[in-house]
């Protein structure tokens, strides 16, 4: 069992930026490629990014790529999503989750069976 809880979401202009974070518990985090979707209202879950266990492999939704960074310190059981240069259409609910799936790619994102273990969720809204 992993408990995921999220924190850092917030009120942005539009060009700023974000540092969601999200906190991993109750297991061996690093057995668990971890990843970040986005659900805005009338929409299905997007998934944004994804990180490996080890924080070598990180792969990003075409929306999002060269805007937002995936990482993680586990160490401290936390996984991060600096989000820049954001716009109004990243408004959404933010929630972290992670897989015990063995290997990942960018298709993993659009799995969203795969993950077992969800956050509540932060929101981001940002401000045009």
């Known amino acids: 069992q992993v408990q995921v809880v999220e924190s850092g979401g917030g009120l942005v202009q539009a060009g700023g930026a974000l540092r969601p974070s999200c906190t991993a518990s109750g297991s061996t985090v690093d057995d668990y490629a971890m990843a970040w979707f986005c659900h805005a209202p009338g929409k299905e879950h997007e998934g944004d990014s994804i990180?490996?266990?080890?924080?070598?492999?990180?792969y990003y939704a075409d929306s999002v790529k060269g805007r937002f960074t995936i990482a993680r310190d586990n160490a401290k059981n936390t996984v991060f999503l600096q989000m820049n240069s954001l716009k109004p259409e990243d408004t959404a609910m933010y929630f972290c989750?992670?897989?015990?799936?063995?290997?990942?790619?960018?298709?993993?994102?659009?799995?969203?069976?795969?993950?077992?273990?969800w956050g509540q969720g932060t929101q981001v809204t940002v401000s045009s």
């Open positions: 990180i490996s266990g080890s924080g070598g492999s990180t």
């Open positions: 989750a992670a897989t015990a799936h063995p290997a990942i790619g960018i298709s993993t994102l659009q799995a969203v069976q795969l993950f077992n273990y």
